[in-house]
């Protein structure tokens, strides 16, 4: 685990995240978020700083459950083509994917 310095005094050249803080401290353009994932990708779990989270239990997870994001039946016109292409890359799941570029796009093209 890292071990906790004064922020003023960190060295920035030895971890993954560094490259954040140095961005954001130097205020320099917003990194992509492709660039945060590559970075945050590359991290050991070891680097990840635990101590502002609190600890939890089979007990804590006992009663959870996964809310999957509520989808809008729609009736949209595509070229047999692109159709085609989609349900050749995911047989089971080519809207999903379709679904996931869309968002891609909205998300990449939002100020």
Known sequence: ??????????????YPQDALIQRREK?????SREEQLKI?????????DYSDVPATDAEFWQEAT???A?????????DP???????????QGY???INSVLEKYMIDHTP
């Open 81 to 91: 083509s692109v159709i085609a292409w989609y349900k050749q890359q995911v047989p």
């Open 27 to 31: 205020f320099i353009m917003p990194m």
């Open 40 to 48: 945050l990708g590359q991290m050991k779990d070891s680097d990840i």
């Open 66 to 68: 996964v809310n999957p």
């Open 1 to 14: 685990m890292l071990q906790s310095i004064p922020y003023e005094n960190k060295k920035y050249d030895s």
């Open 70 to 78: 509520i989808k809008v039946p729609v009736t949209i016109q595509l």
């Open 95 to 97: 809207q999903s994917l």
